[in-house]
């Protein structure tokens, strides 16, 4: 059973950073491209980051500059560096595992930007 579980969410001030983790489990996590995904009240979810097993990386204009996506397929994980956090990335983060076996999605960590 694929699982996937983030975890570095909270509170932090305009300007300040967190890195999520996404922990990957019952999958052959090298061969998965990773999309980190957010969705904040009221709107719909959308796509910040996405990594491929070559690891090539993409991001959402907004987050250009102040975002890094970055795997470590030895610890089976996929990070999120977030610099110059502003109100506006508030949002639930989710991991996505796009493979062979299927997408999946974690549970989500919420990051919350404010004074």
């Known amino acids: 059973q694929v699982q996937l579980v983030e975890s570095g969410g909270g509170l932090v001030q305009p300007g300040g950073s967190l890195r999520l983790s996404c922990l990957a489990s019952?999958?052959?996590?090298?061969?998965?491209?990773m999309v980190w995904n957010r969705q904040a009240p009221g709107k719909q979810r959308e796509s910040v980051a996405a990594?491929?097993?070559?690891?090539?990386?993409n991001y959402a204009d907004s987050v250009k500059g102040r975002f890094t996506i970055s795997r470590d397929n030895a610890k089976n994980s996929v990070y999120l560096q977030m610099n110059s956090l502003k109100p506006e990335d508030t949002a639930v983060y989710y991991c996505?595992?796009?493979?062979?076996?299927?997408?999946?999605w974690g549970q989500g960590t919420q990051v919350t930007v404010s004074s």
């Open positions: 996505r595992s796009l493979g062979s076996d299927g997408d999946y």
């Open positions: 990594i491929t097993r070559s690891g090539s990386t």
């Open positions: 019952g999958t052959m996590f090298s061969n998965n491209a």
